[in-house]
């Protein structure tokens, strides 16, 4: 579905977006992972079998970003599909943050996303096809006050998603986005135990707490392959027709008023 096809995937390292990373690949994509940390991204390039390129960049910085967009260029000449995954908070109470955090949730959650787009799609407008994924959160829906910057972040993460698939459809170029839910990373066990330190609780009690406000009906915690098997699904034939849709991977647990 999407061999000969050319990927980025941002925050590709770890977690959802190594999976994503690996789908793409298995699919025949050659695709170009980002991260901040070299040894990840190289142990995932010796697993892709000549699929996978990688890249070390800070894409919190406009000297990462550009250094990106810099290379998807020079490498590929410009991309067909492009995953913005890059993501992740610090849990602190709401009358605590600072402007600091705050600049740096959307430095994280938001900007990165936005300039990638922007700089990468006219590429895909021009060849008349293209694909953009953004990887958001069941927080933009229903945002967790210990997390406030990186709810806020990923909500307007969805507001642009919308925005941009607006701008883009006519070209051929889709946009989503995808809600996962709790997901069993070691990114979210970070969170969970970040939270209950926030709140001065156990990391089960946190773990808890949430399964009680949001049973997952599906009856387990998501995998990462839930959440690329969806990706996969939007940068596929089947997204063809799917235009600024922000798809659930959560089992069930939120319910939102669209």
């Known amino acids: 579905m999407v061999a000969g096809k050319t990927a980025l995937v941002t925050g590709g390292s770890a977690g959802i977006g190594r999976q994503i990373v690996l789908e793409l690949a298995r699919g025949g994509a050659r695709v170009l992972a980002t991260a901040r940390r070299p040894e990840p991204l190289q142990e995932l390039a010796a697993a892709g079998a000549g699929q996978i390129d990688v890249l070390v960049a800070d894409l919190t910085l406009p000297a990462g970003q550009q250094r990106t967009v810099d290379e998807v260029r020079e490498r590929f ?152 098997a969806t990706v996969m699904f939007l940068v596929g034939p089947g997204g063809d027709w799917i235009h600024g849709a922000c798809v659930p991977v959560d089992g069930g647990a939120h319910q939102y008023a669209f």
Request: glycine share 10%.
């Open 77 to 228: 000449g410009g991309i067909d599909i492009l995953v913005n995954n890059i993501g992740g908070g610090v849990a602190k109470p709401l009358l605590s943050l600072t402007p600091e955090d705050w600049a740096a949730g959307f430095a994280r959650n938001l900007t990165p996303a936005v300039t990638l787009t922007t700089a990468l799609a006219p590429a895909m407008v021009e060849r008349g096809w293209g694909r953009v994924v953004n990887i958001a959160s069941s927080v933009a829906r229903e945002p967790d006050p210990i997390f406030a910057p990186y709810s806020a972040a990923k909500a307007a993460l969805v507001n642009f998603t919308q925005a941009a698939a607006r701008a883009l459809a006519p070209h051929g170029v889709a946009v989503n986005c995808v809600l996962p839910g709790v997901i069993g990373t070691e990114s979210s066990q970070r969170h969970a135990e970040a939270s209950a330190q926030a709140r001065n609780i156990t990391t089960e009690e946190v773990m808890r707490r949430m399964l009680a406000k949001h049973p997952i009906p599906a009856g387990r915690i998501g995998g990462v392959e839930d959440v690329a």
